[in-house]
């Protein structure tokens, strides 16, 4: 948390989104009183009674995705900018934490935060826009004025009416399978780890009640399951496993040598 915050003071603008420069002039919204209000979510169990309706015209409650952790992202329909270059930035994130962590291994829900008009029709054009398959992977919904304004409270999220549309914060909140606000990641082109990190030791970790061989499974793929900075992208590096396996190795013939001419001088 120290690090975000000590990010956001000197980051500036690059952690807002607005549809212009973030200026004093959106005296609404206050850069430390932002964060402190995002940070003060975390841990927070967001409701299971919130009640939803996709692009398909269903209702979704957050109740019925507990069980995987979910990736929430708050946008409105009528940014003409900041929320699509988001949304398509995020999706490129999510398809490469899909090809380690596993392609249903967690949930992506864009909710539109501007209740009057963000609707199932303009949230499904959204997502068609940036290209996104909106299905059962990553969900884009509708929600009630009421419902909305206690998820983007819950949340942490914070927006102010502007000339242009809205101010507010660049935020992605990571819940984990409870439903509580497990991480806040800020800024509309995150470092990758940033995201993929929480995801990452939520879906490998072991529940109490798994065998030994899930337990081993998960804690190799939690290791192995690393960001290259080279390319941006994770990747499986088993590496580490063999040179321990090489040293243990080393070692018990060492071991094994030291017992056996201690033997023979005996």
């Known amino acids: 948390m120290l690090l975000w915050r000590i990010l956001v003071r000197f980051a500036g603008p690059a952690f807002f989104l607005a549809i212009g420069p973030f200026t004093a002039a959106s005296a609404a919204l206050d850069r430390e009183q932002v964060l402190r209000t995002s940070e003060a979510a975390v841990g927070r169990e967001i409701s299971g009674e919130y009640r939803f309706t996709d692009t398909a015209g269903q209702v979704v409650t957050l109740g019925s995705l507990r069980g995987t952790p979910v990736v929430v992202s708050l946008v409105y329909t009528s940014c003409y900018h900041t929320c699509p270059m988001v949304t398509e930035y995020l999706a490129g994130v999510v398809q490469d ?10 949930r992506v829900l864009t909710i539109g935060f501007d209740a009057a008009n963000d609707s199932p029709v303009r949230m499904r054009q959204f997502a068609r826009e940036r290209g996104i398959d909106d299905g059962g992977g990553w969900r884009f919904l509708s929600g009630d004025p009421q419902t909305v304004a206690g998820l983007v409270r819950d949340l942490g999220f914070s927006f ?3 000339s242009k ?3 507010h914060l660049t935020q992605a909140t990571v819940l984990d399978r409870e439903g509580r606000v497990y991480r806040q990641v800020y800024g509309d082109r995150f470092p990758a780890p940033a995201l993929v990190e929480p995801l990452k030791a ?3 970790r072991t529940p109490p009640d798994a065998g030994l061989l899930t337990s081993l499974t998960n804690d190799v793929r939690l290791y192995c399951t690393v960001f290259d900075p080279s390319t941006g992208r994770y990747r499986f590096d088993y590496s580490l496993f063999v040179e321990i396996f090489v040293a243990v190795t080393c070692l018990a013939l060492v071991g094994w040598m030291i017992v056996r001419t201690w033997r023979r001088a005996g």
């Open 202 to 204: 939520l879906v490998f």
């Open 160 to 162: 102010v009416a502007s």
């Open 165 to 167: 549309g809205f101010d």
């Open 97 to 106: 934490a899909r090809k380690v962590l596993g392609k249903d291994s967690f």
